[in-house]
């Protein structure tokens, strides 16, 4: 098994690529560099550390702790986006309620993920 077999991976790589999109094709082009680099940022963060705990699987504290770092990391992109769309520069409705429903829904299922470890 692989961590590309972790749905919470396969969700967290879908949310990269279109958020990354996202910022390219939606964004205003000040953006790119402000608020647009955070939330590339913070969205492959929680992908990485989702490999990277999975990396130390065999020792359950640090997997659960890089885990709980993705969770952060996912809060954090949620953050950014909502960001975003109060202050107008996302104008996509549709995009935007499509990346927050997916965003939330991912961070269940990495909270369920962890519970599952712990036990």
């Given at each position: ?7 919470i ?14 910022t ?15 939330i ?26 890089f885990?709980?770092y ?42 369920r ?7």
């Amino acid at each position: 098994m692989s961590y590309k077999n972790l749905e919470i991976w396969q969700l967290a790589r879908e949310l990269v690529i279109e958020i990354h999109k996202m910022t390219l094709e939606d964004l205003p082009n000040f953006e790119m560099y402000e608020e647009g680099s955070q939330i590339r940022r913070s969205s492959k963060s929680v992908k990485s550390n989702i490999v990277e705990g999975y990396g130390r699987k065999n020792y359950q504290k640090d997997y659960v702790r890089f885990i709980t770092y993705s969770i952060s990391s996912n809060d954090e992109t949620i953050d950014h986006l909502e960001t975003l769309w109060e202050t107008n520069s996302l104008k996509n409705e549709k995009l935007y309620n499509d990346l927050h429903e997916k965003l939330v829904l991912l961070g269940k299922k990495i909270n369920r993920f962890i519970q599952s470890l712990k036990n």
